[in-house]
């Protein structure tokens, strides 16, 4: 089980620095990846839902929760282990053929080359949150720790956090950043200290604004 944890650390360290959507990260595919510009297109996302013969189905859906989709910069970090999922489904893909359930060329595999569900990130999640000791952090606080890096790699600007996230509406986002603001930056700072040495690959773990802002 361990080993099979030790494949998602990419996967937490972009759903940190992007701040993505649960079905953001686990729907993103290599089109939505631009490296030369340093940047990513949230354009769609993936769900699960039972349909009317009671049968679980995937789906990748255009646009996102809220709107038609997005342009985000985020750190170099984020392409770092983009790149590293790449190079690795890759290789599995030329082991195992169509042996893997990847029809959408989704770039968070598991070590099967299996794309992640929701629910299944969520699962495998929980084991390494139990290893680390965190009883009280979800997938979901890793975007709230996203919100606060890019905060303040913005120097405050909460409109550019809002774009980042993708939010609708302004409030939504002052929420993320203000609402018990003593506990989320508690929590923030906790998730920060113990997810980025366990997680992050040494090579990459000086690059990035975010990184620097983090530290402080």
């Keep these: 089980r361990y080993a099979e944890e030790e494949y998602m650390s990419n996967y937490i360290t972009v759903k ?6 649960s079905g953001e ?9 631009d490296f030369e510009r340093g940047e990513i297109r949230i354009d769609q996302h993936l769900v699960t839902y ?4 009671g049968n ?4 990748i859906l255009e646009g996102t929760k809220t709107n038609s989709g997005r342009i985000i910069r985020p750190p170099k970090i984020v ?11 890759d290789r599995l893909r030329a082991a195992l053929g169509s042996g893997r359930n990847n029809e959408y060329d989704l770039i968070f595999t598991d070590r099967r080359g299996n794309y992640y569900t929701n629910d299944k990130a969520r699962a495998v999640f929980n084991r390494i949150r139990a290893k680390a000791g965190l009883k009280d952090v979800t997938l979901h606080d890793l975007r709230h720790y996203g919100a606060v890096l890019k905060y ?3 120097k405050g600007d ?20 203000y ?3 003593a506990e989320t930056n508690s929590d923030v700072e906790k998730i920060g200290r113990i997810y980025q040495p366990f997680l992050t690959r040494p090579e990459a773990a000086q690059s990035g604004t975010a990184q620097r802002a983090a530290a402080r």
């Design 56 to 59: 679980v189905v995937d789906a």
């Design 25 to 33: 990260i686990n729907g993103l595919s290599r089109r939505q990846v």
């Design 79 to 89: 392409f770092d282990c983009i790149r590293k999922e790449l190079e690795r489904s």
């Design 152 to 154: 303040r790699e913005s």
């Design 50 to 53: 039972m349909d009317e013969d």
């Design 16 to 21: 940190a620095y992007a701040a993505l959507r």
């Design 179 to 181: 609402t018990t603001a």
């Design 158 to 177: 909460l409109y550019a956090v809002k774009e980042y996230l993708g939010h609708k509406y302004l409030s939504m986002t002052i929420s993320y950043l």
